[in-house]
């Protein structure tokens, strides 16, 4: 008895039957080795899932801390007060206080972004609490700094009165607390502990760097920017700055609620 499926009916069954099986083997083969729509939609988010975890990767450097630093220090909010405190100087008096005072404000960031964690645990005191107490005082220095105020604490007159009395002015009050005080201090602390690699923290302490030349910038052409920006420009760059600071305080606030409250987290 013949088998008809291929055209010729004296091929033995068992043959015949063999020739079905191979023939229905290599379609699923050929089948397989193309791809469906399905599958090269999976593959291409598979991929692109890939590269979005390469994009963020632990080793990503974040530009918040500079952003938030250079918004609360706001060397040109300082500018009125650093022509007040050298009134009388000479050139070379006016030099040395710029030099100090930004290599102080330097010290300042990158002393807290190196050992700031380690004077909180020295103390128990957790990151969370310090994010919500972070995150209150810079909410206050932006109220402050969105009524053209400086967002750092004014000096008192004991420190002005202090300061008169010496050669330089620098550190006390133009460095500590007018440009880095304690809103700078917990915001570097904040983010020194966010910062996983050795590549963040050199980061962190480089944005340091970054204020120090920005501050040096300001202070070295204080007239000029007093007389081209005036009071009102320097009062608007400071609302500006105050907004943006806000914004970036209840952030910090969030976070370290969720922290002490996962339940907020819902």
Do not use: W
Not at 7 to 32: Q, S, Y
Not at 129 to 153: C, D, H, I, W, Y
């Amino acid at each position: 008895m013949g088998c008809s499926a291929f055209g010729h009916r004296n091929i033995p069954v068992e043959r015949c039957a063999f020739l079905v099986e191979r023939a229905h083997v290599g379609g699923r083969k050929i089948h397989a080795q193309r791809p469906t729509p399905n599958a090269q939609r999976t593959t291409h988010n598979a991929q692109r899932t890939t590269h979005n975890a390469q994009r963020s990767s632990p080793d990503a450097v974040d530009f918040k801390p500079l952003i938030t630093l250079l918004a609360i220090v706001n060397p040109l909010a300082i500018v009125p007060f650093f022509i007040h405190y050298t009134q009388g100087f000479s050139r070379k008096q006016r030099q040395r206080t710029v030099l100090i005072s930004s290599i102080s404000a330097f010290a300042v960031i990158a002393t807290c972004a190196l050992i700031g964690l380690q004077i909180l645990e020295f103390f128990s005191i957790s990151l969370a609490s310090f994010q919500v107490g972070g995150g209150m005082l810079l909410l206050t220095s932006a109220l402050s700094m969105l009524n053209a105020r400086p967002a750092e604490a004014k000096a008192t007159e004991q420190e002005v009165s202090d300061a008169s009395s010496r050669t330089s002015i620098a550190v006390v009050p133009l460095t500590i607390p007018l440009l880095t005080g304690p809103a700078s201090m917990s915001t570097v602390v904040i983010y020194a502990d966010q910062a996983k690699t050795f590549l963040q923290h050199a980061a962190l302490v480089g944005y340091g760097v970054v204020v120090a030349l920005a501050t040096a910038l300001c202070f070295a052409l204080a007239e000029p920017i007093a007389r081209g920006l005036g009071q009102t420009g320097i009062n608007v760059m400071t609302r500006l700055m105050g907004l943006i600071l806000a914004a970036l305080a209840v952030e910090v606030m969030a976070n370290g609620l969720i922290k002490l409250f996962p339940a907020l987290a819902g």
